[in-house]
């Protein structure tokens, strides 16, 4: 490992609706040097601290910089969740929370 983890910034939307996708940036840090290839585990949690493994996913972070999106169900429930990613290698984390609200009437 060419130098330690200086954490993980995670930027995720403030509020998203049941239904539509859920953007997420994540950037990992580094004491000293660039942060080059890194891979973080994506989850998003409930409320009640429970991680919901149907939107659990690896995110390939080149230059330590990374995006994705996360698409929420219809039917998900409305409340604050939790964004937390986790460097694979290092084991640094970081979280953003995310008001999800019911879905849009169409």
């Known amino acids: 490992v060419p130098g330690k983890t200086g954490g993980i910034t ?20 580094m004491e000293k040097g660039a942060p080059g290839l890194r891979m973080v ?7 009640d601290g429970v991680s919901l493994p149907w939107y ?6 080149e230059s330590g910089a990374g995006e994705a999106f996360i698409p929420l ?12 990613a986790k460097d694979l290698l ?12 019911p879905p849009a009437e169409q």
């Open 73 to 84: 169900a219809r039917n998900e429930a409305p409340g604050v969740y939790t964004v937390r």
């Open 41 to 47: 585990a994506l989850e998003l949690v409930n409320g």
């Open 10 to 29: 995670v930027r995720a939307a403030k509020s998203a609706g049941a239904g539509q996708r859920l953007p997420v940036q994540v950037a990992v840090g």
């Open 90 to 101: 290092s084991g640094a984390a970081g979280e953003a929370a995310v008001q999800v609200n």
């Open 56 to 61: 659990r996913r690896t995110l390939r972070c």
